[in-house]
């Protein structure tokens, strides 16, 4: 299993051992905090051509808003890492996690230390990025990067999936991954499922309430990588326990489908 994909086996494996604990916020909230987020501070630029980008929205958002360097060149880790905190309200024990797995198969070392790395670097094809994306092409045969722009269509395809056209549930997102997953011409490991899983829970849990989002906020997310009108930090810190209960939600949700076709 690559390194960048233990942190989601780990996930998977809370959410097996700790069933209950959807709806409760049990980790400590020491580097977080429910500090707002000063958004007006923060303006959404669009990238330029030469700006570097990787196919994640969160993290080309912080450099859209100015959180991290606009140009995506040369993040230092440890600012990204401490970003994705006070940004997203991931737990330290996660961001650092994250970090450091992506780091390890994507990023820049200097005398053995994460070094100063270009976001376009995690883009690297079946490392932390892989086929099967919600809102991504797949990577062509024999490239060594994947996409980092948005395909529209694979985006308005999942809009379309809301029943109501206001928000998208967990079950939306599910239903959405099976099809994708199982019309795949190369089947997704384990590790690969479990990262989709977590990417769609990510939606779920910073701009919903961890069962529905609204779908003006996957749009302008997936979409522009611009963070939401009104956003001012989640309402809770995400962690490992609350993330692997997410991601364990969604695979139950997601067997059910399968086995109701």
């Known amino acids: 299993m690559r390194v960048s994909l233990l942190i989601v086996a780990l996930l998977t494996s809370y959410a097996t051992a700790l069933p209950g604990l959807g709806n409760q916020n049990t980790e400590s909230n020491e580097f977080f905090g429910g500090r707002a987020v000063k958004m ?116 308005q395809d999942l809009i379309s ?37 977590a990417a769609s829970t990510l939606l779920l849990s910073r701009f919903g309430d961890n069962e529905k989002v609204p779908v003006s906020d996957v749009q302008t997310f997936l979409g522009e990588s611009r963070i939401p009108d009104g956003y001012n930090g989640p309402k809770s810190s995400l962690g490992f326990v609350t993330s692997g209960v997410l991601i364990g939600k969604m695979a139950i949700t997601m067997a059910g489908i399968r086995n109701s076709s």
């Open 40 to 155: 007006a501070d923060h303006p959404f630029v669009p990238p330029t051509d030469t700006d570097s980008r990787s196919p994640c929205p969160a993290l080309n958002a912080l450099a859209n808003h100015g959180f991290i360097t606009h140009d995506g060149k040369a993040i230092d880790p440890d600012s990204l890492k401490q970003n994705l905190i006070s940004v997203f309200g991931l737990e330290r024990a996660y961001a650092t996690g994250f970090v450091e797995a992506a780091w390890q198969v994507c990023g820049n070392f200097s005398s053995g230390k994460p070094a100063p790395t270009d976001l376009h670097e995690f883009a690297k094809h079946n490392k932390i990025e892989h086929d099967v994306s919600l809102a991504h092409a797949d990577t062509a045969p024999g490239e060594k990067y994947a996409p980092v722009t948005t395909d529209q269509g694979l985006l």
């Open 161 to 197: 999936r809301s029943a109501d056209g206001q928000f998208l549930t967990m079950e939306d997102l599910s239903r959405v991954r099976v099809e994708r997953e199982d019309a795949a011409p190369v089947p997704l490991s384990l590790s690969q499922q479990n990262t989709g899983r």
